[in-house]
């Protein structure tokens, strides 16, 4: 089975979602333009970055040629921009993380819905070439997927905590410790390092789950009404 190019892909995405995806690619400009401006080079980068990633989908379609991931739909792109809208500029810049005890945690749940609900669309393209995709094996790949990104993403922080001297993981003191209570975590920052990072991964594969159920019900529903 071959993949046809599409003509013009761009008009396959629904209108409020492409005014979304302008609207969060403006943002990381202005986001990342005043990171750099008041010294915040970390936080500037993070933004470029972001950016680059609201861009996914459209880089799917044009290097992605007739291969099978011209085939994922615009709505994994708009689920990926709510996450960095909803992260950098409401978590970083607002500075929700700091906040709100919870944010951190219902970022990571959402990071891990996303992923999964991602992941299990991928696994029923990638399979579609040779027929259709079991649930179980859609539902067992979107969850290792949404894990996998979670790995990877304490594998940034670690590399920004020792590259860049920041503090992602709470693994030492200053500003983003100064509110915690050290004693619960046997007065040592490096146990509340690893506790945050634990958190984060439990987190993460809960929302995988989520939406791991979430594709398998809705699955089961398409075919029911067909």
Known sequence: MK???????????????????IIVRVTMIICATYSFVTGNVVMGFESIFCFIFSHLWDMFQIFGHTSFIIEVPPLSQTMLNLIIFIGILFGSYFKLFDKISWFDNFMHILSGFVCAVFGYDFAVIIQRKKGQCAATLAALFSIMFALSIAVGWEFYEFLMDTLHGT??????????????????????????????????????AIGGIFGMIFMVVLRNKKKKSK
């Open 3 to 21: 993949y046809k190019l599409r003509k013009d892909p761009i008009n396959e995405i629904p209108k409020g979602q492409l005014i979304f995806w």
């Open 167 to 204: 503090n992602l993981q709470l693994a030492k003191y200053g500003t983003e410790t100064a509110n915690i209570d050290i004693s619960k975590y046997h007065n040592e920052y490096g146990y509340l390092g690893l506790v945050d990072t634990m958190t984060d991964m439990m987190m993460n």
